[in-house]
């Protein structure tokens, strides 16, 4: 491998908290090494576009407490195409960039994976997403932020509910994973979680509510992860009026909401890692892998690993919800 003077780093997909803590550590452990630092902006898009900067150490002062990333991010049709791809190499050229480091989720770590294939440049990629869906990492970045906000969302509604005796469906993210509103139903007290590694068919809806309603309870919330392979919360919330019509039923979307505010400590500490060990894996002559965290040390993740294999969610936390929310 050549060898390496200045990296690229870009965020990409959907923003996540603590994001820029990764952007910070990176920079700053790029320049301790002596290399170069340039940062492009808007993600994939802007590296076919050369919005490309290069960094000091004071472009991401101040930088480690905020949300969103300052790196701005989005979603390219472009880079899906040879066309898109061949441009952003260009681009990479001119800017002597020798590798790319990227903040995202899947898709953007598919985009590293792809372009590195093509083109034979390292990639490193470090998992940044609330979802926290990434194979071969405990955690990823802005999931322990997002979990926090939730919960504290739940708290709120939860006043609502015991005051007007309600049950409450609220409808968290996670794209095909079911660790916000598991952990978050934990987390608050809810008495359920519809998670898409659960079927959920009637059945379990009545031992849900009957449960949590009927038994002994007033009120009754329920967590409900928004997933392609399943139904969301009106769903639920229709079935349960229909079902039980003197039920007072209610619905909450949290939305994007769920990603902003400002990085909890274990997301500025976890990016901050994640971001020196990604300087320290190219000078090790790593490329195409995920930094990742396993049992609290730092792991290497082959992209197709990180990309393809589905992330398991723990079965014993399931257990401990049902056995709690009687």
Not at 14 to 26: C, F, L
Not at 109 to 128: F, S, T, V
Request: hydrophobic letters at 40%; charged letters at 25%; one cysteine or more.
């Amino acid at each position: 491998m050549a060898k390496i003077s200045t990296i690229g780093i870009l965020t990409s997909g959907g923003d996540s908290p603590g994001m820029n803590a990764a952007i910070r550590a990176v920079t700053r452990a790029a320049i301790y090494s002596g290399w170069k630092v340039k940062a492009i902006y808007r993600g994939y898009e802007g590296l076919i576009h050369n919005d490309i900067e290069e960094f000091t150490t004071e472009s991401v002062s101040g930088t480690i407490q905020r949300g969103g990333t300052i790196l701005r991010t989005a979603r390219s049709k472009d880079f899906l195409t040879p066309e898109g791809r061949a441009k952003a190499f260009e681009n990479i050229k001119a800017n002597g960039i020798d590798a790319l480091i990227v903040i995202g989720g899947n898709g953007s770590l598919a985009g590293a994976q792809e372009l590195a294939q093509e083109y034979d440049i390292p990639c490193i990629g470090l998992p940044g997403t609330i979802d926290n869906d990434l194979y071969g990492t405990d955690t990823t970045i802005g999931y322990d932020t997002a979990l926090n906000t939730i919960m504290d969302c739940i708290d709120k509604i939860r006043d609502t509910a015991n005051s007007h005796n309600r049950i409450f469906f609220i409808e968290v993210m996670g794209r095909d994973a079911g660790f916000l509103a598991q952990n978050s139903a934990i987390a608050a007290g809810a008495e359920a979680a519809i998670i898409p590694e659960e079927t959920t068919d009637e059945e379990q809806l009545e031992k849900f509510v009957g449960r949590g309603v009927r038994k002994s309870k007033n009120s009754s919330i329920v967590i409900v992860s928004e997933s392609k392979k399943g139904k969301g919360a009106l769903y639920y919330a229709d079935r349960v009026k229909e079902e039980y019509p003197d039920y007072d039923v209610r619905v909450t979307i949290l939305g994007h909401l769920q990603r902003g505010g400002m990085p909890t400590a274990s997301d500025r500490i976890l990016a901050s890692r994640l971001g020196v060990a990604a300087i320290e894996a190219l000078k090790d002559g790593q490329r195409n892998v995920m930094i990742g965290v396993s049992n609290d040390k730092i792991v290497y993740v082959p992209f197709n690993k990180a990309i393809k294999l589905d992330k398991p969610i723990d079965r014993e936390l399931i257990n401990v919800l049902s056995v709690l929310s009687i």
